[in-house]
């Protein structure tokens, strides 16, 4: 498959402070590609720098096969961005917002405004195109700042942890808006975000930290090496659970009445569960997560693991 964004040795320092250091990594055409790290690990610092906002120190990038330096216009017409925080004006309408950025295009009105309805079709947003931007819900100023960055048919969009902050039902209908873009349109989506279960419908995930890579893989390879399954027992009798867990030496926490005991993998619950049938009121097998393994790579986040 085609890579649509290729990054090598990628350097950029605010003075004696070295926010990213000599990162490589690379993007394939219409994938859903997750960009992930704790808080100053160099996340922004790097989109900012393949989305021509910042200039680098040191390395190469390519974008849609144009090097950056190069002819950054050009890359700029083929990328769109969805800032985290809302960049539309909240006293005019989302026609008129989208239309005045639009208006940087070049493009004739004509043209502007059929892809003004396309962007507005498209997020699902025609009904309110009317209304100011600054009475929408949250959602819908979500789709609004979606169609806004589809005004130049861009090849890539940067979505910067584009549901936080929305409740889950808001943020299903954003993510099914941004997988319609990428199914139908071939879009490739460059995505940061703080919820692990959004990073898990990713094709792949390349996690950041402390300017370097940390990890990179498939969600599915991620989670098989950084994350373990987990069982969770509630014994009819506790003290005789917690005796058989402690004379086969397995590691196990109590948390609310809960036995949760680690496993290297799923079938590794069957022993245990044969060896106990009699003292089951009720089990739940868990598998590994990805915020599992993001706090494993990261060890960002002081938690238990249960």
Avoid: C
């Amino acid at each position: 498959m085609e890579n649509i964004i290729e990054v090598k040795e990628l350097y950029k320092a605010y003075g004696s402070i070295k926010a990213i250091k000599g990162i490589s990594f690379y993007v394939e055409k219409g994938t859903l590609f997750a960009f992930l790290g704790p808080n100053g690990a160099g996340k922004s610092t790097t989109i900012n720098i393949l989305a021509t906002l910042l200039e680098k120190d040191k390395g190469e990038v390519t974008i849609n096969g144009i090097l950056l330096g190069k002819n950054d216009n050009e890359i700029r017409k083929s990328i769109g961005i969805v800032f985290q925080d809302g960049v539309l004006d909240p006293l005019l309408s989302v026609w008129e917002n989208i239309e005045t950025r639009g208006s940087f295009y070049g493009l004739s009105r004509d043209e502007l405004h059929t892809r003004i309805e396309t962007a507005l079709k498209v997020t699902g947003i025609k009904d309110i195109a009317k209304r100011r931007y600054g009475s929408l819900s949250g959602g819908q100023k979500r789709r609004a700042d979606i169609a806004r960055a589809l005004i130049n048919r861009p090849k890539i969009l940067f979505l910067d942890e584009p549901t936080t902050g929305l409740d889950p039902q808001t943020r299903k209908s954003v993510w099914d808006t941004i997988k319609t873009l990428q199914e139908t349109e071939n879009m490739t989506v460059f995505l940061t975000t703080h919820y692990m279960e959004e990073a898990d419908k990713a094709d792949y995930v390349v996690i950041i930290d402390e300017g370097m890579i940390a990890a990179k893989g498939t969600p599915t390879e991620l989670k098989n090496v950084y994350s373990k399954d987990s069982l969770r027992i509630k014994p009819k009798d506790k003290a005789k659970l917690g005796s058989y867990l402690n004379e086969s030496d397995i590691e196990y926490k109590i948390k609310n009445d809960l036995y949760i005991i680690r496993l290297e993998n799923t079938l590794a619950s069957i022993p245990i569960l044969e060896n106990t049938k009699d003292n089951l009121e009720s089990i739940q097998v868990f598998n590994g997560s990805m915020d599992d393994a993001f706090i494993e790579i990261t060890g960002k986040e002081i938690r238990e693991w249960f």
